[in-house]
Nanobody, 127 residues
């Protein structure tokens, strides 16, 4: 089972930026698509972004499109989420996740397509 460890969360003012990282264990990182999800207090977890195993296919939720950028470094077994122009409504615990099946990126917004999750990192945006 792969282990995923997120970092980079924190408290930031509206309009600010944060960069989240998700480090994965194991040797097969480069064959799996990865995703970022978030869960705000009192709300269900929602899709934020996803990236294919090679990094050439990207997906974003409409709410973050144009502000967030997902990327990955397969040599470092790490996926990133650069978050700019943060808004108070971006406040949530952010989770990275690995796809259940290698070499596929279809239906990236469906949580059940991911079977490995990190512990989450808190992002708080003050107004």
């Amino acid at each position: 089972q792969v282990q995923l460890v997120e970092s980079g969360g924190g408290l930031v003012q509206a309009g600010g930026s944060l960069r989240l990282s998700c480090a994965a264990s194991g040797r097969t990182f480069s064959t799996y698509a990865m995703g970022w999800f978030r869960q705000a207090p009192g709300k269900e977890r929602e899709f934020v972004s996803a990236i294919s195993w090679s990094g050439d296919i990207l997906y974003y939720a409409d709410s973050v499109k144009g502000r967030f950028t997902i990327s990955r470094d397969n040599a470092k077994n790490t996926v990133y989420l650069q978050m700019n122009s943060l808004k108070p409504e971006d406040t949530a615990v952010y989770y990275c996740a690995r796809r259940r099946t290698p070499s596929t990126v279809i239906r990236p917004t469906t949580e059940t397509n991911y079977d490995s999750w990190g512990q989450g990192t808190q992002v708080t945006v003050s107004s």
